[in-house]
C-alpha cells in the first residue's frame, strides 16, 4: 500500500478540494481559465528566456557575453518562476484531491526538481566563474550539459502539465458556459 | 471550403480510432503547441524587454538573432500544430467569436514582430553604438509585450468554448 492509498493523505487533500478557495476558482465563471491563460503566459515567459540561455551556453550566439546575458535574462526567468509557481497553486486547489494521487502530478514534480537541481548545478560548476568564460564562443563541458538537461527537463515539465490538465476536476458546467459569453 | 478541410483524410485520420496514436493525438499535438509557443513568445518578450531598456549590457544585435531564429522557427511549429488541431473541428470554431478574436490579435502583434524584426535588422548596430531606440519602436515593443500574453488568454477562453462544445 502507497502513501496515496492512505486515508489521512487523502482526506487532507480532499478537505483542501472542497474548501472556500477551492469552491471560488470553481464557481467563479472564468477564473479557471484565467488562471491557465496566466501560468501559460508564465510558461512562455520562463522556458523562452530560459531557452535561450541555453542556445549561448551551447555555443550559439556567441557574440553574447554569457554573463551578461545570464543576468539579463535571470531577470525575466526568475519573476516568471514566481508566476507560475502562485497560479500553479491555485490550479492545484480545486483538483488536490485528483493531482495529489495521480502518477502524471509526481512526475511532474520530480521533473521539476530535477530542473531545479541542474540549475544548482550549473551555479556551483560554472556560472560562478561566468567572468572567466562568458566572452568565448565554447563554453565549460559543465555548462554545456546543463543546458542540454535544462532543454530536455522544461520540455518533460510541459508535456506532463499538460497532461495534468486532463485529469483536473471539471467545473460545474452552468458556471463555466462559453457559448453564454462567446455565442455567435 | 471549411467542410472540405473537415472532410478531409487528414482531419478524419486526426480524430479516428484505428490509429492506435489516435487516441492521444489531440494531447501530443496541444504539447508541441505549447512548447513551440512557449519559445516564440518567450522570445519575443525578451526582445521587446530589451528594445524597452531592461539589461541594457547586453547587445541588441546579437540578441536579436537568436531571439528571431527561435521566434519564427517557434512560429512555424505552432502554425502546423494550430492547422492540424483547427481541421477536424473547422466549421464549428470558424465562426466562433473567440476563435477570431485570437487570429485578429495574433495577426496584429505578427505585424508588429516584423516590423521588429526588420527595424532591428537595419539599426541594431547604431543602437548599440550608443544612440537611443526611437519612441515609436518602443511602443511597437510595449504592445507585442501586451499582445502575445493576450493572445494566450483569449486561446485559453476559446479552448473553455471547444471543451464544453465536446468538439
Same mark, same amino acid.
Given at each position: 500500500m502507497s502513501f496515496w492509498d492512505d486515508a489521512a493523505y487523502t482526506a487532507v487533500w480532499q478537505e483542501l478540494a472542497r474548501g472556500d478557495l477551492a469552491t471560488w476558482i470553481q464557481l467563479t465563471p472564468y477564473a479557471y481559465a484565467t488562471l491557465e491563460g496566466i501560468h501559460? &503566459?508564465?510558461?512562455? @515567459?520562463?522556458f523562452g528566456s530560459v531557452f535561450l540561455l541555453d542556445l549561448r551556453l551551447l555555443g550559439l550566439a556567441s557574440q553574447l557575453h554569457a554573463g551578461a546575458t545570464g543576468r539579463f535574462l535571470l531577470r525575466i526567468s526568475v519573476p516568471a518562476f514566481v508566476l507560475l509557481a502562485v497560479s500553479g497553486v491555485l490550479l492545484f486547489v480545486p483538483s488536490a484531491d485528483r493531482y495529489a494521487t495521480s502518477p502524471i502530478f509526481f512526475?511532474?514534480?520530480?521533473?521539476?526538481a530535477a530542473g531545479g537541481l541542474n540549475?544548482?548545478?550549473?551555479? &556551483?560548476?560554472?556560472?560562478?566563474?561566468?567572468?572567466?568564460?562568458?566572452?568565448?564562443?565554447?563554453?565549460?563541458?559543465?555548462?554545456?550539459?546543463?543546458?542540454? @538537461?535544462?532543454?530536455? @527537463?522544461?520540455i518533460t515539465v510541459i508535456a506532463l502539465g499538460r497532461w495534468m490538465g486532463y485529469e483536473r476536476r471539471e467545473p460545474p458546467a452552468s458556471d463555466l458556459d462559453p457559448l453564454s459569453l462567446f455565442g455567435p | 471550403?471549411?467542410?472540405?478541410?473537415?472532410? /478531409?483524410?487528414? /482531419?478524419?485520420?486526426? $480524430?479516428?480510432?484505428?490509429?492506435?496514436?489516435?487516441?492521444?493525438?489531440?494531447?501530443?499535438?496541444?504539447? *508541441?503547441?505549447? $512548447?513551440?509557443?512557449?519559445?516564440?513568445?518567450?522570445?519575443?518578450?525578451?526582445?521587446?524587454?530589451?528594445?524597452?531598456g531592461v539589461g541594457r549590457s547586453v547587445s541588441i544585435a546579437a540578441l536579436g538573432?537568436?531571439?528571431?531564429?527561435?521566434?519564427?522557427?517557434?512560429f512555424a511549429v505552432v502554425l502546423v500544430t494550430g492547422a492540424l488541431q483547427f481541421a477536424p473541428i473547422?466549421?464549428? *470554431?470558424?465562426?466562433?467569436?473567440?476563435?477570431?478574436?485570437?487570429?485578429?490579435?495574433?495577426?496584429?502583434?505578427?505585424?508588429?514582430?516584423?516590423?521588429?524584426? *526588420?527595424?532591428?535588422?537595419?539599426?541594431? /548596430?547604431?543602437?548599440?553604438?550608443?544612440?537611443?531606440?526611437?519612441?515609436?519602436?518602443?511602443?511597437?515593443?510595449?504592445?507585442?509585450?501586451?499582445?502575445?500574453?493576450?493572445?494566450? *488568454?483569449?486561446?485559453?477562453?476559446?479552448?473553455?468554448?471547444?471543451?464544453?462544445?465536446?468538439?
Open positions: 501559460l &503566459i508564465g510558461v512562455a @515567459v520562463f512526475a511532474k514534480m520530480g521533473a521539476l540549475a544548482l548545478a550549473f551555479h &556551483i560548476a560554472a556560472w560562478r566563474r561566468v567572468d572567466d568564460w562568458g566572452r568565448r564562443a565554447r563554453t565549460p563541458w559543465t555548462a554545456r550539459s546543463a543546458a542540454v @538537461v535544462s532543454v530536455l @527537463v522544461w | 471550403m471549411l467542410e472540405a478541410i473537415q472532410n /478531409s483524410a487528414l /482531419s478524419q485520420l486526426l $480524430v479516428s480510432e484505428r490509429w492506435v496514436i489516435t487516441a492521444n493525438s489531440k494531447q501530443i499535438l496541444e504539447t *508541441v503547441h505549447f $512548447v513551440a509557443f512557449a519559445l516564440q513568445i518567450g522570445a519575443v518578450m525578451v526582445i521587446s524587454l530589451r528594445l524597452l538573432r537568436p531571439v528571431f531564429w527561435t521566434a519564427w522557427l517557434g473547422a466549421t464549428e *470554431v470558424f465562426y466562433r467569436p473567440s476563435f477570431r478574436g485570437k487570429i485578429a490579435v495574433l495577426t496584429v502583434a505578427l505585424a508588429i514582430l516584423v516590423w521588429l524584426h *526588420v527595424a532591428l535588422r537595419r539599426k541594431a /548596430s547604431a543602437w548599440d553604438g550608443g544612440e537611443t531606440v526611437p519612441r515609436s519602436l518602443q511602443i511597437l515593443a510595449g504592445l507585442s509585450l501586451a499582445l502575445w500574453p493576450t493572445v494566450i *488568454v483569449v486561446a485559453r477562453l476559446m479552448y473553455a468554448f471547444v471543451q464544453m462544445a465536446d468538439l
